[in-house]
């Protein structure tokens, strides 16, 4: 190994273990690092804080006009193809499903250009997903049968990127136009669009839909035994607690929640950057609540213990808003970003740790990156789609920090004018860096991630 890729190594084993607590290894590998071993696109999601920390370093370098001219807004942090998706709006409280960003975990102020990067990072390794799945280099459990399945070409995978940008640049020039084009949403998708089939089945899992009782977040969660609603026996994603942490989890939390705790479980084995971070799910509904018909009453309230989000460790001084405490910022981020905000979305001190509150959306659907990027007929389109809707809901979230002016909106559209070309090149260029990490990764766990024949 030479000198660069064994300091690589040590700088990938360090910075996993600053968030994990414990580094890469083959004897025994976490869940979560078996999961990041799998394919790059895995990697990518796992492993925020290298992207950060190449940042920082001058390994990865966004174009100037991003960082020196465009002013700080709110932004996801860990922004991927996969964490945008339908949820409905004002959370679990709410009843019109959108398509917009869903995972707010490592918000915070910062530059627009990182939520953009690392999203056209994702569409490459998502691609390469895709194209590895068919070549039998990583595995899927989506498809039984790849036969007649076409991954995009480096072409159509091009075309995307740029379609991301172009997109995005025109919602904001509709915002410099009307600022009240904020206040948009992506609501509906025309019949033959990549996200049409998921929005409808997001609909049938919402309250009122056909299959709000057994296919919502809720329905798959809960149980009516004839005596009361409970949490569903599942090992290996929700496990009971001991009595004692069950009452204190009760009495701690139940000044949060607008109507009483039905039930409490720890839930483990969600997500992938923070897979190994605590969680509890509290079931939450009327006193005495037994039956199905009362599901609707019912929903799912979220316990997360919160840490930095991952560009603060790197750039700790570049907003003084980022010094609230883990929950509280991203609380107040996700507030900004959203149209209506989640009714239940909350922050608690608990144990020394700092908890995030939020409610678990009924009707929340997203997509793999091979359903948008496997298809018989054209998977280049899909790609382009899927972009172009992420492009507008990414752009209408961060556009809605400051509603004083439009400043961001003016400066950031010239920024792609001027140096979107250059950006696609430094996300294609850093795609091919997570992809060396991820095989260091793999080295180091002793995973192999292909299919076994």
Same mark, same amino acid.
């Given at each position: 190994?030479?000198?660069?890729?064994?300091?690589?190594?040590?700088?990938?084993?360090?910075?996993?273990?600053?968030?994990?607590?414990?580094?890469?290894?083959?004897?025994?590998?976490?869940?979560?690092?078996?999961?990041?071993?799998?394919?790059?696109?895995?990697?990518?999601?796992?492993?925020?804080?290298?992207?950060?920390?190449?940042?920082?370093?001058?390994?990865? *370098?966004?174009?100037?006009?991003?960082?020196?001219?465009?002013?700080?807004?709110?932004?996801?942090?860990?922004?991927?193809?996969?964490?945008?998706?339908?949820? *409905?709006?004002?959370?679990?409280?709410?009843?019109?499903?959108?398509?917009?960003?869903?995972?707010?975990?490592?918000?915070?102020?910062?530059?627009?250009?990182? !939520?953009?990067?690392?999203?056209?990072?994702?569409?490459?390794?998502?691609?390469?997903?895709?194209?590895?799945?068919?070549?039998?280099?990583?595995?899927?459990?989506?498809?039984?049968?790849?036969?007649?399945?076409?991954?995009?070409?480096?072409?159509?995978?091009?075309?995307?990127?740029?379609?991301?940008?172009?997109?995005?640049?025109?919602?904001? *020039?509709?915002?410099?136009?009307?600022?009240?084009?904020?206040?948009?949403?992506?609501?509906?998708?025309?019949?033959?669009?990549?996200? @049409?089939?998921?929005?409808?089945?997001?609909?049938?899992?919402?309250?009122?839909?056909?299959?709000?009782?057994?296919?919502?977040?809720?329905?798959?969660?809960?149980?009516?035994?004839?005596?009361?609603?409970?949490?569903?026996?599942?090992?290996?994603?929700?496990?009971?607690?001991?009595?004692?942490?069950?009452?204190?989890?009760?009495?701690?939390?139940?000044?949060?929640?607008? !109507?009483?705790?039905?039930?409490?479980?720890?839930?483990?084995?969600?997500?992938?950057?923070?897979?190994?971070?605590?969680?509890?799910?509290?079931?939450?509904?009327?006193?005495?609540?037994? *039956?199905?018909?009362?599901?609707?009453?019912?929903?799912?309230?979220?316990?997360?213990?919160?840490?930095?989000?991952?560009?603060?460790?790197?750039?700790?001084?570049?907003?003084?808003?980022?010094?609230?405490?883990?929950?509280?910022?991203?609380?107040?981020?996700? @507030?900004?970003?959203?149209? =209506?905000?989640?009714?239940?979305?909350? !922050?608690?001190?608990?144990?020394?740790?700092?908890?995030?509150?939020?409610?678990?959306?009924?009707?929340?659907?997203?997509?793999?990156?091979?359903?948008?990027?496997?298809?018989?007929?054209?998977?280049?389109?899909?790609?382009?789609?899927?972009?172009?809707?992420?492009?507008?809901?990414?752009?209408?979230?961060?556009?809605?920090?400051?509603?004083?002016?439009?400043?961001?909106?003016?400066?950031?559209?010239?920024?792609? =004018?001027?140096?979107?070309?250059?950006?696609?090149?430094?996300?294609?260029?850093?795609?091919?860096?997570?992809?060396?990490?991820?095989?260091?990764?793999?080295?180091?766990?002793?995973?192999?991630?292909?299919?076994?024949?």
């Amino acid at each position: 190994m030479d000198g660069d890729t064994s300091d690589r190594k040590q700088l990938i084993a360090n910075e996993i273990n600053r968030i994990d607590g414990h580094p890469p290894s083959s004897e025994d590998p976490s869940s979560k690092h078996a999961k990041m071993s799998a394919n790059p696109y895995r990697f990518l999601r796992g492993s925020v804080q290298l992207f950060y920390n190449d940042l920082s370093t001058g390994l990865l *370098t966004l174009p100037a006009p991003f960082t020196e001219t465009v002013k700080l807004t709110g932004v996801m942090g860990d922004c991927h193809a996969s964490n945008f998706g339908f949820v *409905t709006e004002k959370g679990s409280g709410g009843g019109l499903i959108i398509f917009a960003p869903d995972d707010f975990d490592d918000a915070c102020m910062g530059h627009a250009g990182w !939520d953009i990067c690392r999203f056209l990072v994702s569409l490459y390794l998502s691609v390469d997903l895709a194209q590895g799945i068919l070549d039998r280099r990583y595995k899927t459990g989506d498809y039984d049968d790849l036969e007649g399945l076409k991954a995009p070409d480096e072409e159509e995978t091009r075309v995307a990127v740029k379609a991301f940008l172009k997109a995005y640049r025109k919602k904001l *020039t509709k915002i410099i136009d009307d600022p009240l084009h904020r206040r948009k949403v992506l609501s509906h998708f025309k019949k033959g669009h990549v996200l @049409r089939k998921a929005l409808k089945k997001a609909e049938k899992r919402s309250i009122g839909g056909k299959k709000f009782e057994t296919k919502s977040k809720l329905g798959k969660a809960v149980v009516a035994d004839g005596a009361e609603l409970k949490f569903r026996d599942k090992p290996g994603r929700l496990q009971r607690l001991s009595e004692t942490e069950e009452a204190e989890v009760r009495s701690h939390f139940r000044k949060f929640v607008g !109507d009483e705790i039905l039930d409490v479980v720890e839930r483990i084995g969600q997500g992938t950057g923070s897979l190994n971070v605590k969680r509890y799910y509290l079931l939450i509904g009327p006193q005495g609540a037994s *039956t199905t018909s009362e599901l609707p009453l019912c929903h799912l309230v979220e316990i997360k213990q919160q840490r930095h989000a991952a560009p603060l460790h790197f750039f700790p001084d570049i907003d003084p808003r980022n010094e609230l405490d883990p929950a509280h910022l991203t609380v107040a981020v996700q @507030r900004l970003m959203q149209r =209506e905000p989640d009714l239940l979305l909350d !922050d608690a001190e608990w144990f020394t740790e700092h908890w995030l509150i939020r409610s678990r959306h009924h009707a929340s659907v997203s997509l793999d990156p091979e359903e948008v990027c496997l298809d018989e007929d054209d998977p280049g389109k899909r790609l382009k789609q899927y972009a172009k809707a992420c492009a507008k809901a990414l752009a209408h979230a961060h556009s809605r920090t400051d509603h004083r002016s439009i400043r961001f909106e003016t400066m950031l559209a010239s920024a792609i =004018e001027e140096a979107g070309d250059a950006l696609v090149e430094t996300a294609e260029a850093y795609s091919r860096q997570v992809i060396e990490d991820w095989a260091i990764m793999k080295e180091m766990t002793g995973i192999d991630p292909s299919p076994k024949h």
